[in-house]
């Protein structure tokens, strides 16, 4: 049945969608600063380690949709990987809990530089629903260096995808697609 | 005093001694005194009643108990003017954390609870106690209190701690494993890491913003916890939503279903090395998600279920593109099926792992999968039940295993089930308006609802302007995770993901 199945597949039109073209509003958000600390220096690959700092688990669903063959973000040279030791990037869910602060600056510190910080959906950028939380610390931004948000709530991995191409497009130096 | 030598005794019999209810929104609620919360507790030796759930606000307690002999469920209250109460723990042991959770929030102290370590309360929120009516105020960024996990000891013993931030791109949680070479010896969770505080958020807001917290206690469920907020709510004020709402709120919380139990049939054969079903029901994940796009607007269908009916109606182009979806999707998963059932290598891994025996699923009245996989035939679609589902057919199936195969082929029969359940719904799907408007009063309910992970119950209290006064919704994972710990002992370390697959408790569903 597997071996059908697996000839069937050839036969048939890749499932996976064509990549979109890079936020340009995002890129505006990385700025120089990206621009002279990667270029050249990582080619066209991006190590990424997903931190939930508190999220619902929605934008967790959506950044592991983009492993799915629909839009099969290893193409890209984005691949998430398990260890801050590993990654290039932190991508940083949640509104940041006070119970997730000291494992969150922990995952940062075990991170080598130099290090891109990516939040992911509305809960990163101001804590969303989540604001003025007694259990909340604040915006990720006030706990450690952001460089992109990607907006949502959850982004769709077109975002999502969107926003990382628009952080490996910069960071290799090259001209965004338009 | 309770008397228990007539039998048999059902829970509605109690609670017709017990008082005169408080409440009947939508089960009676009775206040004891603390005698007789003494004799139910008493009683819970030798009656078949299950436990739901236990909650409380200023100064007193509430308990959800279930008769599984006749399905009927009653609410047993106890003021406790000293923040003292008699705990059920003992006698329940899923009341064992909520009780801990109830203490962290609320102040309120089970007064033998076995085990006094705080739960939720890392001791770094900025308010301690924060549901009680005098909450202290604590500095900000204060770091952890460090936690006494359990003692495992003997020779040749050894401890693996295992997260908050996990390998995967999973929810923080921390587990601690004793293991013996390769073989767990005990499991200790600790959770609360994505504690956000929702249940003080909650408080003083509108029904229908406050429905935006309840759609994401857990993401993966916000439809089912949206639902259960809105029901809730709609029976605190006794209002009736118009009956194409109904339709529509069954329709997305069986396509969120489905679409989860795609996911969580991929992300199971993933984890025993067979990513070719992960990519397979990864693309039928994302085919679900997509049509819900079209139908809802939101791939997830977030804030689509409100109080008082749904915030968007279903488009013709919606409705054909499910119309055309569910008998794609059968085929296509057919075919993942007959894979499964065919790979001696994947289920080499699957069967006999990760077993839950059937007595302790019922000690713990799990929901769900959790609970079918093992025995214990609930299903709340089916009682108490709630509409639409009394006009639909379906079947709810159980297996008796209880190993992490029998938790997917219950998810198997249940995707099977759900794409039955959409094609019916979309025959029948009444028209008309799909909204009213929220009166602005007070009232207190409560509501099951069947998520795809088990039986999410809320309970509300509305003040007299209409507004959220407390907010008690209990998430399936709070029965399951405990059960997890059971599961894993004497497996190999290697079969943790598995069996953690299986179960997929929410994290941040059970934190809040």
Redesign the interface.
Known sequence: ??IA??FARLLVNP?TIDGPAAESDALVQLGERLRQTTRGRLGRSLAIR????????????????L????YDIERFGLR?V???RHADCLLVT??V???????LLD?YEATPAPKWVVGVGDCAENC???A??????GPLSSVIPVDLIIRG??P?PLQLLAGLIALIETSAGRSPRS | MIQNDDAPFGLREFLARAGEPQSRRPWPRVVLDRDQWLGLRDLLKTVDWSFLAIWAEDRIVHAALRDEADGAIGIVSLPCPTNRFPSLGGMRPGALRMERWIKDLTGLVAEDEPDTRPWLD?G????ER?LSSA?EERP?????VPYAFLAAEGPGLHQIPVG??H??????GHFRFTANGEVIVRLEERL???????Q??MRGKLPEDAA??AG?????S?VAHAFAFARAVETALDLEVPIRAVWLRALMAEIERIANHF?DVGAVCNDAAFP?LH??C??L??RV?QTA?LCFGH??M?DCVRPGGVSVDLAEEGNAALAKLIPELRRAFA?VV??YD??ASLLDRTVGTGVTLPALVHRFAAGGYVGRAAGRAVDVRRSPGYAPYEELEFEVPVLPEGDVNARVWIRIREIEQSLRLVEQILVHMPSGPIEVQIPRRGGEGSALVEGFRGDIFTWIRLGEAGRVAACWPRDPSWLQWPLLEAAIEDNIVADFPLCNKSFNC???GHDL
Not at chain 2, 192 to 198: D, E, L, M, S
């Open positions: 049945m597997p199945t697996l499932r997903e931190v939930d700092a508190g999220s619902c688990n929605a934008c967790e669903l959506e950044i592991h949709a492993n799915n063959v629909v998430f398990a260890s801050p949640g509104p809990t006070t119970n997730m602060r000291r494992a995952t969303g629903v989540f003025g939380s007694y259990a909340v610390v709530c959850p769709t | 890392h770094t929120w900025r308010l924060p909450p900000a960024d204060r770091e952890p908050p931030v390998a995967g791109i999973i929810e923080p609360g890491y994505v504690h956000k505080g929702t003080h958020l935006r917290l994401r206690i857990s993401g993966d916000t996911g070719l990519a397979e990864g693309f994940r994302e998600l796009q791939r997830l977030m075919g007959a894979i065919s790979k929410s994290y941040s």
